[in-house]
């Protein structure tokens, strides 16, 4: 069963701090993964997608990884602004149906 | 201003009483699909749609009925609401490119009592 875990399922910073947010993913046959911005009361915003091929993605502030050998994903948020306080999603996509495994999100709050 | 419309925000019913959740997007997506969101489970999907007439399931099916007549809209239909299906629904739309994004709603918030 394909299956995507992250961690940790919360964090608090203080504003202007950097973090990291771990994804891992048992989801085959990989096609792409996906890191996801969701405020609360909103639909998810997407804020990358890497292929097989791709080791770093950068938007901005957020930067995401991938090692699909060890089949983990991180997304790095540097100098963080009040406005990130949000739920992130990790988000892969298995073979060549529209078939999305979704994370549980990581909650991160960021304190002035 | 392209966007994924979903109505409504919110809905409280009782069982048993059918209800419709309309979505439409303005961007010519081909792809739409709906999705439940419950504390601890993250999003799971409910049905897609790879086009006009082309339905599929997703994970959690039952309890669903989806259609996808014209391009834009693409309607979440209970036919028998029960407690269980109180959720946080979304709507996504995107293109059919395997690296295209989703275009997510804002989201329906449906109370079964």
């Known amino acids: 069963k394909n299956q995507v875990e992250q961690s940790p399922q919360s964090l608090i910073i203080l504003e202007g701090k950097n973090c990291t947010l771990q994804?891992?993913?048992?989801?085959?046959?990989?096609?792409?993964l996906r890191w996801y911005k969701q405020d609360t009361g909103r639909g998810p915003v997407s804020l990358t997608i890497?292929?097989?091929?791709?080791n770093t993605k950068s938007n901005g502030r957020y930067t995401a990884t991938l090692d699909a050998d060890t089949k983990q994903s991180s997304l790095h948020i540097t100098a963080s602004q009040l406005s990130d306080s949000a739920s992130y999603i990790c988000v892969v996509s298995a073979g060549s149906a529209r078939q999305l495994t979704f994370g549980s999100g990581t909650q991160l709050t960021v304190l002035p | 201003e392209a966007q994924v419309t979903q109505n409504p925000r919110y809905l409280i019913t009782v069982t048993g009483k059918k209800l419709t959740v309309t979505c439409s997007q303005n961007?010519?997506?081909?792809?739409m699909s709906w999705y439940r969101q419950d504390p601890g489970l993250g999003l799971r999907q409910i049905y897609y749609s790879m086009n006009v007439e082309v339905t599929d399931k997703g994970d959690v099916p039952e309890g669903y009925k989806v259609s996808r007549k014209e391009k834009r809209n693409f309607p979440l239909i209970l036919e028998s609401p029960s407690p269980n299906q109180t959720s946080l629904y979304f709507c996504a739309s995107s293109r059919m490119g395997f690296d295209s994004p989703l275009h997510f709603g804002n989201g329906t918030r449906l109370t079964v009592t």
């Open positions: 890497m292929t097989f091929s791709e």
């Open positions: 994804c891992n993913y048992t989801v085959s046959p990989f096609s792409n």
């Open positions: 961007m010519n997506h081909e792809y």
